[in-house]
């Protein structure tokens, strides 16, 4: 049976939770630590699995990558068009464990606000890097960081944002070692916050939490247990040929 998680993420419910100057701020965020970890490589073909969201595309485009946008189900495509405006880029469609493309169709393939919400994240590992040619790129919320008081957090979490998913946290040492079962090694990463994302949305995005969440960047706070995570991972030089 497959897993249809974008269908959500793509939908206007999930777009409400990015609205204003909270959502602004939060999607600044992923941007900057996406085009960190990014940094460095030569921009080529580039897909989206489970982007209906359209939350990459233009970061992505704007440096240079040629984008293709993957879904599940044909009201992604709907929402990536109507309801995101992304009218102008390649989209394909098919199950997440079964890409409608070749081997190494891609430089690089992407995944944000999917993973979590895949039981069966190995086999979509696997098939994000049967499909790369270079590299892959994923976010993940940590299992060490403040995400530990998700339990706490999510009866707050949910009054927010109304239909709030439960989702699944990693470590960076089960994700790399998944990875290398496929032949890619660890390259890069960047982590978003310090505070829980909540506090930000509670916060409306003023200046004071963005000022706190400032000072946990400059603390190191940030980059010892920060949350989310994206991670890059690059195939081994041995697997390129």
């Known amino acids: 049976m497959t897993e249809t998680p974008d269908i959500e993420t793509s939908s206007a419910d999930y777009a409400r939770r990015f609205a204003g100057k909270a959502g602004a701020y939060l999607l600044e965020r992923q941007a900057q630590a996406v085009c960190a970890a990014i940094e460095g490589l030569r921009p080529g073909t580039a897909l ?118 439960t989702y699944t946290s990693f470590s960076h040492r089960e994700l790399c070692a998944e990875l290398a079962k496929h032949g890619f090694a660890f390259a890069a990463q960047k982590k978003q916050f310090f505070l829980p994302m909540v506090l930000h949305r509670m916060g409306g995005g003023a200046a004071p939490m963005r000022a706190a969440e400032g000072l946990c960047r400059a603390l190191g706070l940030t980059a010892l247990a920060g949350s989310p995570v994206i991670l890059r991972a690059d195939r081994n030089e041995q697997a390129r040929a």
């Open 48 to 165: 989206d699995v489970g982007g209906g969201h359209g939350q990459l595309v233009d970061v992505l485009r704007e440096r240079g990558w040629r984008v293709t946008v993957h879904g599940t189900d044909s009201a992604c495509e709907t929402n990536l068009r109507t309801l995101h405006g992304k009218r102008d880029c390649e989209y394909v469609q098919g199950d997440l464990f079964k890409l409608p493309v070749a081997d190494r169709s891609y430089d690089l393939v992407t995944a944000v606000r999917l993973i979590s919400h895949v039981e069966a994240w190995p086999r979509l590992l696997a098939e994000m890097t049967r499909v790369a040619r270079r590299s892959v790129l994923v976010d993940y919320p940590s299992a060490f960081a403040l995400n530990a008081l998700t339990p706490l957090l999510f009866g707050l979490k949910k009054s927010l944002e109304g239909n709030t998913r």
